[in-house]
């Protein structure tokens, strides 16, 4: 008996998952600090400053508060970067430390070459659906009663 589409899509869901962390994307790297780290030098690569708040990092990721309050504690531990308080004291902000950038360097770096060969696998037509597609799955799950 053919399994509907829905318990397809969980189990592709599911197997997608478990590929992408265990072929180590983020080799080299904890994968939490390495996708705070992504937040921070996309920034950093709009503005050449990289400060970015702890409340776009959260709504970026999608971690919870906690999470990304110890990953980015590590991240200041490794200085990588660091914390800058905003105008009003309710506001945390971390930037990019440019000095030290090498390291998230060579573990972006990898993950581009992930990417680079899973598109010659797919293919780029398939690879940009492949794209389009995880907008819309995050855009649903962000707003579900706007679809």
């Known amino acids: ?13 599911v197997t997608l998952t ?13 994968y939490n600090e390495a996708i705070v ?15 970015v708040s702890f409340k776009e990092i959260v709504s970026e990721t999608r971690m919870l ?17 660091e914390r800058c308080e905003g105008r009003d004291k309710r506001t945390t902000f971390v930037r990019i430390l440019p000095e030290n950038i090498g ?5 972006h770096e990898h993950s581009l070459a992930l ?9 780029r037509k398939d690879a940009e659906a492949f794209v389009r597609i ?6 649903y799950i962000d ?5």
């Open 143 to 147: 707003n579900p009663d706007t679809q």
């Open 18 to 30: 478990g590929v992408l962390k265990n072929t180590r994307m983020t080799q080299g790297m904890v």
């Open 115 to 123: 990417a680079r060969d899973l598109t010659k696998v797919i293919g």
């Open 103 to 107: 390291e998230y360097l060579r573990v």
């Open 1 to 13: 008996m053919e399994e509907n589409l829905e318990e397809r899509l969980i189990a592709a869901w």
């Open 65 to 81: 508060k906690s999470l990304v309050n110890r990953t980015i504690d590590a991240l200041v531990e490794k200085k990588m970067l």
């Open 134 to 139: 995880a907008g819309k799955i995050a855009a």
């Open 37 to 51: 780290m992504l937040v921070a030098y996309n920034r950093y690569r709009e503005d050449g400053k990289g400060l």
